[in-house]
C-alpha cells in the first residue's frame, strides 16, 4: 500500500478520486498531521540547508586518496560509525574561506559527539601552501586533509567548491550542498542531528533549548 494511502486510512478519509486525495494529503502535511515516520524519514531542509540535495536513497562512496597534513593517507572507512561532514575547499575560493570559521566552529561543537569533520584541501601546493593559509586565517583546530590531485571531488561527482557533503554513520552518502553555510548554524545542526538519530539511541541534541 503506498504511502497515501496509509495515510488516508490512517485518518478515516475515503476518497475514490486520486486527485482529492493528493489535495487531502497536502492540507495533512500543512497542518503537521502525519504519521510518525512518513516525514521523520526526511531530513529539516531550511535557510541555508535548502539547496541541500540529497541522496535517495543514501549511496556509498567510492575510495578518495587523501592524507592528513603529515602525509598519512586517511580513508573514509576509519570513521565508520559517525556521521561525517566532508568539505571540499580551496585556498583561492573566496565563499570557502567565508565559510571555513563556521566549520571549525562546528568541529568544537560535535567534539564529543560520533561526528567528525573533513576539510580537505584541493589546492595542489599540498601541505605548505595549506599550512600558511591556515596561519593567515587563524584556523587552528579545523581537521585539515589534503587532495592535491582533485581525486575527492572527482570521486563524488562535484561540479565545484565549496562542496560539502554529509555522510552518515554507514558511510553512505546522505547528501550535499554546493556553496558556503553557517555549518555551525541551527539549519545545519538540526540536519546533522537528523542524520546522527537514525538508527541511533537517543543522543543529548546539538541545539540547546531553553533558558
Known sequence: MAKLDILLAATGAVIRDRAASVLLLAGLLAAGLVLPGMAADRPPLKGDMKDFVLADPPKP???????????KEVGLDAFKGRVV?????????VPCIKEMPSLERLTAKVKDRPVAVMSISQDRGGAKQVARFLEKQGLKTLPIYL??????????????????VIIDREGRE?????????WDGPNALALIEHVLAQGAAQRPPLLKTGG
Do not use: Q
Not at 562512496?61 to 602525509?71: E, K, R, V
Not at 566532508?86 to 583561492?92: E, K, P, Q, R, S
Not at 546522505?174 to 553557517?182: H, P, Q, S, Y
Open 61 to 71: 562512496l567510492p575510495p578518495m586518496a587523501i592524507t592528513d597534513l603529515d602525509g
Open 85 to 93: 561532514v566532508v568539505n571540499l575547499w580551496a585556498t583561492w575560493c
Open 147 to 164: 587532495d592535491p590531485k582533485g581525486t575527492a571531488l572527482r570521486a563524488i561527482g562535484g561540479r565545484g567548491l565549496p562542496t560539502t
Open 174 to 182: 546522505v547528501g550535499r550542498l554546493e556553496g558556503d553555510a553557517e
